[in-house]
């Protein structure tokens, strides 16, 4: 007689409860309970757009349940390595999407999530391919508008917070008018950007972005305002008209 039992067409991610019996010889059975068990979850599938939301410490990604129960579990893991080695960082949830958080700004992430089922067995990965986090605005250094002349000036600024990595392009804006409808534009690796071509006694308003590896940028941030120097007056050439009194 066989002593296993094959059974199909079940769902996933179920607790199944067996027992198994004998008969006697007027077929009636002697039943014994034998321990529960689950089916795996399925594998999680893939959903367009995975990742949904960026800012420059976190990324939220979604994936399809692909069958699974509501109770699901299902865990997505980030790494900055493509292979999921080194610091991996998680989030366990029961949605379909999560977000985590503490990441660097302008950093590649590569996504990974796979489902847990209810006797804590891994389903396959499902990989979730990779994106980026954004760049931090910049804010203004200790000194903003530093040197100041007649016609140009610069502006100083920090990489932001959390600090971006040193191949950041930033992008810095300078205009009469607060609500920059009209503007001079800046764009630099560098921390500080210098503009010419300005009025004299003059006030500027600055902002300051920053673009991702992906071209993608940030909010602007207000970096304050100056005032461009007046102009020097000018005197005569030659003095006349000098004489002494008695």
Not at 174 to 187: I, K
Not at 194 to 218: D, K
């Amino acid at each position: 007689l066989d002593s296993t039992l094959t059974v199909s067409g079940l769902n996933p991610d179920t607790t199944y409860f067996f027992r198994v019996g004998s008969l006697n010889w007027n077929s009636a059975p002697n039943y014994t309970t034998l321990p529960d068990t689950s089916t795996l979850a399925n594998t999680p599938n893939f959903v367009l757009p995975s990742y949904t939301a960026a800012t420059n410490t976190a990324l939220n990604a979604e994936w399809g349940s692909n069958g699974n129960p509501s109770s699901a579990i299902y865990e997505l893991d980030l790494s900055t390595a493509s292979n999921f080695t080194g610091t991996i960082l998680s989030s366990v949830t029961l949605n379909s999407s999560a977000t985590i958080s503490g990441l660097n700004p302008n950093t590649t992430y590569y996504g990974r999530v796979f489902a847990e089922n209810n006797d804590e067995v891994n389903s396959a990965f499902l990989s979730l391919g990779s994106t980026m986090t954004l760049a931090s605005s910049p804010l203004g250094a200790a000194v903003i508008f530093n040197p100041v002349f007649v016609s140009s000036l610069t502006a100083n600024y920090t990489s932001g917070t959390p600090s971006n990595p040193a191949n950041t392009l930033y992008d810095i804006q300078l205009s009469t008018d607060p609500a920059f409808s009209v503007f001079f534009d800046s764009q630099t690796q560098n921390l500080s950007a210098s503009f010419t071509g300005l009025s004299p006694n003059t006030t500027y308003y600055a902002q300051g972005a920053a673009f991702n590896s992906l071209g993608t940028e940030s909010a602007f941030n207000s970096l304050s305002d100056s005032a461009t120097l007046a102009v020097s007056p000018v005197g005569p050439g030659t003095f006349s008209g000098i004489g002494s009194s008695e």
